[in-house]
């Protein structure tokens, strides 16, 4: 999978970039990962992965991806995308977000996703290592914006596994899509805490879902 547009011209990727790809593959090889599942044949998704529980998380995604022959993409600091470190960091897949402009993330992301044929953007679902298990909605207001599915990544660091589910389409309704993708990463790790506490988050929301909008009685 691509990561240009009809709008950029291709280009030769910089040595450097190639360089570090081969060497995070090599890695990912070496360290023995294997892969459960593949990644769907669309041209867009979001992949929401969890847990985020080390900084080597990233390379061992982007091994997984290439072996599926998909070129991932990540958001990173506008400010990283200056100077020498510009091209690399396009290279590696990085899409730049400023979030000192008027139009925010979400709205950036979306419109990223609009310009390009083809794009699997990557997200650590949980945002941050420190998470109890709970995800950030981010996640699910771009792939709503950007109208493309969601394939949830599931992690197994023990067993060195990495793997990608099927793809679920946003309905609206956050908390049911939000129990389906819970349901599908506790059916790969059941007694997963971390995939608890997100089974019992989709409850909750779902719980004041119906509280806000309760069912209109028929009678």
């Not at 990962?33 to 669309?42: M, T």
């Not at 998470?131 to 950030?136: E, F, P, R």
């Not at 939000?178 to 349901?183: T, Y």
């Not at 007694?191 to 028929?218: C, F, H, M, N």
């Amino acid at each position: 999978m691509s990561d240009t547009s009809p709008s950029q011209p291709v280009r030769q990727r910089s040595v450097l970039s190639r360089i570090v790809r081969r060497i995070i593959i090599w890695l990912y090889h070496w360290k023995g990962w294997k892969l459960d599942g593949h990644l769907p044949d669309l041209p867009k998704f979001v992949i929401a992965g969890a847990p985020h529980t080390s900084n080597w998380d990233f390379v061992f995604f982007l091994g997984a991806t290439e072996e599926e022959g998909v070129h991932p993409n990540f958001m990173g600091k506008h400010t990283l995308f200056k100077g020498f470190m510009r091209n690399f960091m396009l290279d590696m897949g990085g899409i730049p977000i400023d979030r000192t402009k008027r139009a925010n993330v979400v709205d950036q992301v979306a419109a990223e996703f609009a310009r390009r044929d083809q794009l699997a953007l990557v997200i650590a679902a949980e945002g941050t290592r420190a998470s109890d298990g709970t995800w950030k909605s981010g996640f699910y207001h771009i792939a709503m914006a950007a109208n493309v599915p969601i394939v949830p990544a599931w992690v197994c660091n023990d067993d060195m596994m990495l793997g990608f589910g099927p793809p679920i389409y946003p309905t609206g309704d956050y908390g049911a899509d939000l129990a389906k993708i819970a349901q599908f990463m506790l059916s790969k790790r059941p007694e997963y805490g971390r995939y608890k506490v997100l089974e019992q988050q989709a409850r909750q929301i779902q719980a004041e879902q119906e509280v806000e909008s309760p069912a209109i009685d028929p009678k």
